[in-house]
Structures are given as structure tokens and as C-alpha cells.
């Protein structure tokens, strides 16, 4: 598990064949967290296990699926990414619970500069369900809250097409959301709380649809 709270900027380094997909070479000088082989770690918000860790610089095998379900598999030398170790119990939970399985990803369709930054990301089937206005989503591992969520038209009974965001200043430079663009695609989780409880409610509903008729 996760909070979304990042914790620090890392940069690919190296990319190269593994024998499972794909090997992301990071390196994070700046960050005092030195994983042993093992070890969890969201990198832009997906749950990566750590197979190689020197001065700084931390190695990830990422499979096919992975690749192609995120933006990992977009990644290039050069690029930026957001950092955060795995929660413990001790661990202050300052955003949400995050799980590190990214649910899809958005594309983001407009951008407003203002007081603050405004951001609207077109979201995929298996987060528009999860949507609510106030409610968390994580956008490339960071721990946001859902400003308005957008529609395709305006009034009841209208469909849910995608989220907006306001970003603070402090979340621009702690985080690789600064250099977001119209038309990048983002790794998306939605609030794994929401997941658990709408599970919950088709669960019970099936079963009450299931007992014999009296």
C-alpha cells in the first residue's frame, strides 16, 4: 500500500531487455531511501518491486502487461518520474490508501494556468464509475482530490466522461505533474476505498436477486 504522497523525483537512466519485459533503471541521488532488493516502490503510481539498488540509482523489471496497461511502457532515458516507498503501520496517512494497481489511463484534455492549476484528464471504464466530486483519485501515483467531475452533458442522468483537478504550487514542484500537457496520457487509481464498497453493494445485490421468489 501507498499514500500518494510522493516522496521524491526520480530519472530514467537506462532502459534495456529483462527476461520478464522490461528494465527501468532510476536514478534518485537526492532521495535519503535506500530499498533492499525486494522492496516496493510506486514509480508514477505502479507497484514496482526493486531487483537491483546502487548509490542512489534503482533497477525495475516490468512485465508486458504492465507496459501496456500504464505509461510506463512510454517511458524514455531522460524522463521524469514520481517516487514513493511502500506505507508501513507507522506510516502517517496524509493522502489515501493507494495500492500501486493502476486502473487505466486518462488523457488529459485541458489545462487552465490561473491561481491555480487546473487540469481535466478524459478517464477510461473502471474509474468514471468511481468518480465523485470531492472524492480521491491518484494521477501518476500523486493523491488527489476530484475537483468536478466532467460529463458529456450537463443535468441529471448525463454520463461521466472524466475528472478535473486543481493543482497547488507545492504539488507542481514536488511532483512531475508540472510538465503535463493537453494530449499525454496518465496512470490512473481510483479510491481503492470506493473499489472495495461498490464490490460490496454488487455483491449483495446479486445476491438478493438470487434468492427464490416466495
Given at each position: 500500500?501507498?499514500?500518494?504522497?510522493?516522496?521524491?523525483?526520480?530519472?530514467?537512466?537506462?532502459?534495456?531487455?529483462s527476461d520478464s519485459g522490461?528494465?527501468?533503471?532510476?536514478d534518485a541521488p537526492g532521495?535519503?531511501?535506500?530499498?533492499?532488493?525486494?522492496?516496493?516502490?510506486?514509480?508514477?503510481?505502479?507497484?514496482?518491486?526493486?531487483?537491483?539498488?546502487?548509490?542512489?540509482?534503482?533497477?525495475?523489471?516490468?512485465?508486458?502487461?504492465?507496459?501496456?496497461?500504464?505509461?510506463?511502457?512510454?517511458?524514455?532515458?531522460?524522463?521524469?518520474?514520481?517516487?514513493?516507498?511502500?506505507?508501513?503501520?507507522?506510516?502517517?496517512?496524509?493522502?489515501?490508501?493507494?495500492?500501486?494497481?493502476?486502473?487505466?489511463?486518462?488523457?488529459?484534455?485541458?489545462?487552465?494556468?490561473?491561481?491555480?492549476?487546473?487540469?481535466?484528464?478524459?478517464?477510461?471504464?473502471?474509474?468514471?464509475?468511481?468518480?465523485?466530486?470531492?472524492?480521491?483519485?491518484?494521477?501518476?501515483?500523486?493523491?488527489?482530490?476530484?475537483?468536478?467531475?466532467?460529463?458529456?452533458?450537463?443535468?441529471?442522468?448525463?454520463?461521466?466522461?472524466?475528472?478535473?483537478?486543481?493543482?497547488?504550487?507545492?504539488?507542481?514542484?514536488?511532483?512531475?505533474?508540472?510538465?503535463?500537457?493537453?494530449?499525454?496520457?496518465?496512470?490512473?487509481?481510483?479510491?481503492?476505498?470506493?473499489?472495495m464498497v461498490a464490490a460490496?453493494?454488487?455483491?449483495?445485490?446479486?445476491?438478493?436477486?438470487?434468492?427464490?421468489?416466495?
Open positions: 500500500m501507498f499514500t500518494g504522497l510522493i516522496e521524491a523525483m526520480g530519472r530514467i537512466v537506462e532502459i534495456e531487455p522490461r528494465r527501468l533503471i532510476v532521495w535519503g531511501y535506500r530499498p533492499e532488493i525486494g522492496a516496493s516502490i510506486a514509480v508514477n503510481g505502479c507497484c514496482l518491486t526493486v531487483v537491483e539498488s546502487k548509490a542512489g540509482r534503482h533497477g525495475f523489471d516490468v512485465i508486458p502487461r504492465s507496459l501496456e496497461m500504464t505509461t510506463l511502457g512510454g517511458l524514455v532515458v531522460g524522463d521524469a518520474v514520481n517516487l514513493e516507498r511502500a506505507a508501513t503501520l507507522d506510516t502517517l496517512l496524509g493522502g489515501h490508501l493507494v495500492q500501486g494497481h493502476v486502473d487505466g489511463t486518462g488523457l488529459v484534455v485541458g489545462i487552465e494556468d490561473g491561481n491555480d492549476w487546473r487540469v481535466r484528464i478524459e478517464a477510461p471504464n473502471g474509474v468514471r464509475e468511481y468518480l465523485i466530486d470531492r472524492g480521491s483519485i491518484t494521477v501518476e501515483g500523486v493523491s488527489l482530490t476530484v475537483a468536478r467531475v466532467l460529463r458529456d452533458v450537463e443535468g441529471p442522468g448525463s454520463r461521466v466522461i472524466g475528472f478535473e483537478i486543481a493543482l497547488i504550487p507545492e504539488t507542481l514542484d514536488r511532483t512531475i505533474l508540472r510538465a503535463l500537457q493537453v494530449g499525454v496520457r496518465v496512470n490512473l487509481e481510483a479510491d481503492a476505498m470506493a473499489k460490496h453493494v454488487e455483491r449483495l445485490l446479486a445476491a438478493r436477486d438470487e434468492r427464490p421468489k416466495t
